[in-house]
């Protein structure tokens, strides 16, 4: 059911890639939507503007940001990729350094002419809905960080893209605050040489995890990678070994399941991160349990409120060509072109969905995670709802390519150079 208005007022909360590419969408029809877009920082990119400052900002916010020094993407630019905003050409270089993301974030904004409707430096306080007949409609409330003058405006939806990399996740772990070495998050690691001639422990081999392991040994005298997935085949550094999940922690050591203890000086825990919407006033009927937040339909709808949704909430995905599917989707929405399913239907769908996960060997904070084939099974059901084009079968293809060489070789497959042919074909270009 279309909002009966000529023109729907949106509030877009973020201006990282997400929130630039729901105002992207927005923009290009400007006799239906108003918008503007909110963000705290001083400028456009979230979580891709590296930020020197560890735990406060100069606002005296958490730090946002998770970028660390040498960062480069763990997925090809060819695949990172908003469909209609390639990256520009790197000297052919795939995988990019996030200086080069940022600065891709940083011309999207420009060239579809989003700066201007971006308010900078406000932070969302509250988001509640205000009932009307047969509609809901959303007030914003906000703070200016500098100056802490409070505002509130009206909307009649609100497009949430705070992300989910800026609040850390702690697995609670026997003895860890008895510890007396250096205990961080990957939320806060920035560059290596900190660790020069130490010995370390990474927690966690998720893609950080691994790429923080590998960078370490190249100054650490040992690093062990502690996880409980299965063991990695594929070479490591040669000072970089392999152990189960941490058991204990004591004052210099850690005991691993199974009982081996090891004598270190630093913990790096690379374990991720919390979903966070401090904003959502209780009305909003928003719950966020254990890596898990609902109700949502289809990971993005408030099946409540369905006129607030929620962008990157689904893990291990392609982050900007779903950004872009789930924009397309939820303006169609919006405008009536698209319905949704009764909120009993939806429920039923999202339970169906979350039982499947647990069927398949999931545990039930997996509630949101898509490895490998899931996200395309997403993908599908955002375009069999929306009425819209899946993300083409070479980004597809080049995805599953690159997860494989990355089982095989770790450490050189960010070397690997690629070419998208057309829309079902990618070439290896070295």
């Given at each position: 059911?279309?909002?009966?208005?000529?023109?729907?007022?949106?509030?877009?909360?973020?201006?990282?890639?997400?929130?630039?590419?729901?105002?992207?969408?927005?923009?290009?029809?400007?006799?239906?939507?108003?918008?503007?877009?909110?963000?705290?920082?001083?400028?456009?990119?979230g979580?891709?503007?590296?930020?020197?400052?560890?735990g406060?900002?100069?606002?005296?916010?958490?730090?946002?940001?998770?970028?660390?020094?040498?960062?480069?993407?763990?997925?090809?630019?060819?695949?990172?990729?908003?469909?209609?905003?390639?990256?520009?050409?790197?000297?052919?270089?795939?995988?990019?350094?996030?200086?080069?993301?940022?600065?891709?974030?940083?011309?999207?904004?420009?060239?579809?002419?989003?700066?201007?409707?971006?308010?900078?430096?406000?932070?969302?306080?509250?988001?509640?809905?205000?009932?009307q007949?047969?509609?809901?409609?959303w007030?914003?409330?906000?703070?200016?960080?500098?100056?802490?003058?409070?505002?509130?405006?009206?909307?009649?939806?609100?497009?949430?893209c705070?992300?989910?990399?800026?609040?850390?996740?702690?697995?609670?772990?026997?003895?860890?605050?008895d510890?007396?070495?250096?205990?961080?998050?990957?939320?806060?690691?920035?560059?290596?040489?900190d660790?020069?001639?130490?010995?370390?422990?990474?927690?966690?081999?998720?893609?950080?995890?691994?790429?923080?392991?590998?960078?370490?040994?190249?100054?650490?005298?040992?690093?062990?990678?502690?996880?409980?997935?299965?063991?990695?085949?594929?070479?490591?550094?040669?000072?970089?070994?392999?152990?189960?999940?941490?058991?204990?922690?004591?004052?210099?050591?850690?005991?691993?399941?199974?009982?081996?203890?090891?004598?270190?000086?630093?913990?790096?825990?690379?374990?991720?991160?919390?979903y966070?919407?401090?904003?959502?006033?209780?009305?909003c009927n928003?719950?966020?349990?254990?890596?898990?937040?609902?109700?949502?339909?289809?990971?993005?709808?408030?099946?409540?409120?369905?006129?607030?949704?929620?962008?990157?909430?689904?893990?291990?995905?392609?982050?900007?060509?779903?950004?872009?599917?789930?924009?397309?989707?939820?303006?169609?929405?919006?405008k009536?072109?698209?319905?949704?399913?009764?909120?009993?239907?939806?429920?039923?769908?999202?339970?169906?969905?979350?039982?499947?996960?647990?069927?398949?060997?999931?545990?039930?904070?997996?509630?949101?995670?898509?490895?490998?084939?899931?996200?395309?099974?997403?993908?599908?059901?955002?375009?069999?709802?929306?009425?819209?084009?899946?993300?083409?079968?070479?980004?597809?293809?080049?995805?599953?390519?690159?997860?494989?060489?990355?089982?095989?070789?770790?450490?050189?497959?960010?070397?690997?150079n690629?070419?998208?042919?057309?829309?079902?074909?990618?070439?290896?270009?070295?």
């Amino acid at each position: 059911m279309a909002l009966l208005k000529s023109r729907i007022k949106v509030a877009v909360i973020g201006a990282g890639a997400a929130g630039l590419c729901c105002g992207r969408h927005l923009i290009a029809e400007p006799d239906r939507f108003e918008f503007d877009i909110y963000e705290q920082q001083d400028d456009v990119g979230g979580t891709w503007r590296f930020s020197t400052y560890i735990g406060e900002d100069q606002y005296g916010l958490p730090v946002h940001s998770s970028m660390y020094k040498n960062l480069r993407t763990n997925l090809p630019k060819e695949v990172m990729a908003f469909p209609d905003f390639p990256f520009q050409d790197w000297d052919g270089r795939s995988f990019l350094h996030h200086t080069e993301v940022l600065n891709y974030l940083e011309e999207y904004a420009k060239h579809y002419g989003l700066y201007e409707r971006i308010k900078f430096r406000k932070l969302i306080e509250n988001i509640r809905p205000l009932k009307q007949e047969n509609m809901t409609e959303w007030a914003v409330s906000f703070s200016d960080v500098v100056t802490k003058e409070k505002e509130t405006y009206i909307y009649d939806a609100v497009m949430v893209c705070n992300g989910h990399y800026s609040v850390p996740y702690f697995p609670e772990i026997p003895g860890l605050n008895d510890f007396k070495g250096v205990v961080i998050h990957s939320h806060d690691y920035r560059e290596p040489q900190d660790f020069k001639d130490l010995k370390v422990v990474v927690l966690g081999a998720g893609a950080s995890g691994i790429d923080i392991a590998i960078e370490v040994s190249s100054v650490a005298k040992e690093v062990i990678l502690s996880h409980n997935t299965p063991p990695k085949t594929c070479p490591l550094p040669s000072n970089t070994s392999q152990e189960k999940g941490i058991e204990s922690v004591e004052e210099s050591s850690v005991t691993f399941i199974g009982g081996k203890k090891y004598k270190c000086d630093v913990l790096i825990i690379c374990t991720g991160y919390l979903y966070h919407y401090p904003f959502f006033d209780p009305s909003c009927n928003v719950e966020i349990g254990d890596q898990k937040v609902s109700p949502l339909y289809l990971h993005m709808f408030l099946i409540d409120y369905p006129t607030l949704a929620i962008w990157a909430v689904p893990k291990l995905i392609i982050p900007f060509p779903i950004y872009d599917q789930q924009s397309k989707v939820f303006l169609k929405f919006l405008k009536g072109l698209i319905e949704l399913p009764s909120p009993e239907v939806m429920r039923a769908e999202t339970e169906k969905d979350f039982n499947s996960r647990l069927e398949a060997g999931f545990k039930a904070r997996h509630a949101h995670v898509m490895p490998g084939d899931w996200q395309w099974e997403y993908d599908n059901a955002l375009c069999e709802l929306g009425k819209i084009d899946p993300v083409p079968p070479a980004v597809r293809n080049l995805f599953r390519h690159v997860h494989h060489l990355r089982t095989l070789d770790v450490i050189h497959y960010k070397d690997t150079n690629y070419n998208l042919v057309d829309n079902k074909t990618f070439k290896q270009v070295n």
